[in-house]
């Protein structure tokens, strides 16, 4: 694992988020914010929750204040949310250009509070496991929005890393 290639991935994670934004657009603003029983609910707090993800765990990266979560409710419109979303995605590739490989193997200590548990934990982990996280609830996140996109009629992707790099290299 190198930068090089995390750069690499977080290329082609951002490609594949700009893609389903694009399939997103197809939606009106009511339905960008109509709840589902699935998950965390609608597109917008899908999309905004990794806005918020991300900011967060690039903010701890680089040693900065974690901001707050970012509130569903603030971003009423596929304008504001794709915003705030782009705002995210230039943390992270402003993080990125800082690292190098010395980086990588860094450790950061902190405390979480786990869901259900009235006690926080103290947790160590390296900065490739965050950055290794990151891309995998982008994922994550990204075939949950496309499943709700499909249900909307808009339109869908294989979002498949490898089939990306085929047709793209």
Known sequence: MNMQMIRRLYATNEVLHRRLWASIEQLSDEQFVREVPYSIGSVRNHVVHLASVDQRWMSRIAG????????????????????????????????????????????????IQRPNSPQPITVTVAVWQILMHVLNHGTDHRAQVLRLLHDFGAPTFEQDWMIHWWKTE
């Open 64 to 111: 900065q204040a974690l901001p707050d979560r970012l509130r569903y409710e603030d971003y009423p419109t596929k304008a504001a949310a794709r915003d705030v979303w782009e705002e995210a995605q230039a943390q992270v590739r402003a993080v990125l250009s800082t690292l190098n490989e010395v980086h990588l193997i860094h450790t950061l200590t902190f405390d």
